[in-house]
């Protein structure tokens, strides 16, 4: 490549073919090398845009070189967000990077358009939002999924756009944003978690295509056929390789079942897992060529804070060489209301106070948010859950008493929460009393949330009501006989906020 054999280390001899090969004795240690090295590039699993904003880190951890990397730097467009901040959160320990995803369909020709459905004008807003945790030790990487549509209180600012100034009001995060661009979303994320943001990470995900197509693709497994109106999604179950094009309709479907953008992020993580595994397995780590190929079109899109740069992603990638699957975690952040109206506004997501309170404070304190060994300690004494498609926190249930029994549908409500489900905490008296079996009324465009439910309900009738929405209706009848622990199969094993380990979101 040019440079001094003296710049890379003895383990790397192949880089310096002027260089005699080294005795018999040395020659395993590339193999340990790269041993922990493909632990590392695993690790990042942290959401489709991390994929492309991050893999640069990976990659460069394979020993490509800094001269290389170097280079591609300075295609990152430079932003900040820091600018004139006052009264920040105080800095915890370890690293926190926010990273967003912001709709780019304008930049996409027609015929894409067309074929994966990616109509209407883009939005000046964010599509994704994550607060990515870096642990002080380099051992622990922690994602925090904030859900676009998460209510939220505007600081104060100037509009961009206007130029008008803006009391504090109430927004979806995603609003913050179009209003105020990276500054203003930084600000109104810093004051909601309470977490001091010290890098800012942002991507056009219309790149994306192109990063998949760059890598050959990416293997798919599902476990259920998925299918998605909106977007033109359909798979039937098993496994499928992906083009860029296909591998957006997976990252962008939200209306496969009620699970909306709770699920859409879980599926990003698995993407994440795919892309990962295939940058790291398809030669493009050892050839400089495709790998100048590959990250040039991941850098197309970012944009990044003053501060983050080569020196960076390089000492943050020698860092983390020792990391496994095992060493990453994600987790959404804990929601009390999936259906919070606001004047004006519409329905937002609204956070669990308290429990959001818990999983920031983890995060300042450094402290890991998924349990270290699963199954361990009390939660070894819990009955273990049945895995269910739709996890049961993106399920609303309005619980009916139709018996005799007072207080039933209270001990129902609380039976359900409890598992999981997003009761209403209203439980109500059914018309009659005489109901010899437990019934789950449901809208069938949420026919999957309701057969989780009736998981959770052994014996229950489901009978389909159309336009009755996404709220779940449980009459409960004489046969009730309590409620079955359920999880859906990306939820956690353990921990207060439901973590999941990145070894826990692979493809089987």
Excluded at 476 to 493: I, K, L, P, W
């Amino acid at each position: 490549m040019g440079l001094p054999c003296s710049r890379f280390p003895l383990s790397h001899p192949r880089r310096c073919p002027s260089v005699p090969t080294p005795p018999r004795t040395p020659r395993p240690r590339p193999a340990a090398r790269r041993a922990p090295v493909r632990r590392r590039r695993r690790r990042p699993r942290w959401g489709m845009r991390m994929a492309t904003a991050l893999s640069v880190t990976v990659l460069a951890a394979g020993g490509i070189g800094h001269a290389v990397v170097t280079g591609l730097d300075t295609g990152i467009t430079r932003v900040d967000p820091f600018k004139d901040m006052k009264n920040r959160p105080q800095a915890g320990h370890g690293m926190n990077v926010l990273v967003v995803g912001t709709d780019g369909r304008d930049r996409i020709t027609p015929e894409e358009k067309a074929k994966y459905r990616l109509g209407g004008a883009p939005c000046r807003c964010t599509d994704t939002v994550m607060l990515v945790h870096i642990s002080e030790d380099r051992e622990r990487a922690s994602v925090v999924s904030l859900p676009r549509d998460s209510y939220a209180e505007m600081p104060e600012h100037t509009d961009l756009t206007s130029g008008k100034r803006h009391q504090a009001h109430p927004v979806k995060l995603n609003a913050a944003y179009a209003e105020g661009g990276p500054g203003l979303t930084v600000r109104t994320v810093e004051s909601m978690t309470g977490v001091k943001i010290d890098h800012y990470l942002e991507v056009d995900f219309t790149s994306f295509m192109k990063t998949v197509d760059a890598v050959g693709g990416v293997q798919i497994c599902t476990t259920r056929p998925v299918k998605d109106t909106y977007t033109g999604l359909s798979l039937p179950a098993g496994t499928h390789e992906l083009d860029g094009g296909q591998a957006l309709q997976y990252v962008r479907s939200r209306h496969i079942d009620g699970a909306a953008d709770i699920g859409r992020m879980q599926r990003q993580q698995r993407f994440l897992a795919a892309l990962i595994d295939r940058t790291t397995s398809g030669g493009v780590l050892f050839n400089p060529v495709r790998f100048r190929e590959v990250a040039t079109t991941m850098l197309g899109s970012v944009r990044a804070d003053q501060d983050f740069g080569t020196d960076q992603l390089l000492a943050l990638a020698k860092a983390m060489r020792g990391f496994t699957p095992a060493s990453s975690e994600f987790v959404s952040v804990p929601i009390g209301d999936m259906s919070f109206p606001v004047k004006g506004i519409g329905s937002t997501v609204k956070w669990d106070a308290a429990k959001a309170q818990q999983l920031f404070q983890a995060l300042r304190e450094d402290r890991p948010l998924a349990s270290s060994k699963p199954g361990s300690g009390s939660s070894a004494k819990a009955p273990k859950a049945v895995v269910v498609d739709v996890a049961p926190r993106t399920v609303r249930v309005q619980v009916y008493n139709g018996t005799r029994t007072d207080g039933l549908g209270r001990k129902v409500d609380d039976a359900l929460l409890a598992t999981g489900f997003d009761t209403t905490r209203t439980p109500m008296t059914g018309a009659g009393t005489g109901h010899a079996r437990t019934v789950v009324e449901y809208d069938p465009r949420w026919d999957r949330s309701a057969k989780s439910l009736a998981s959770a309900l052994p014996g229950a009738e489901l009978r389909a009501v159309a336009g009755r929405g996404r709220t779940l209706r449980v009459t409960v009848g004489a046969d009730y006989r309590g409620v079955t622990a359920v999880r859906g199969e990306d939820t956690g094993r353990g921990g207060p906020f439901e973590a999941v380990t990145g070894d826990q979101v692979v493809c089987p």
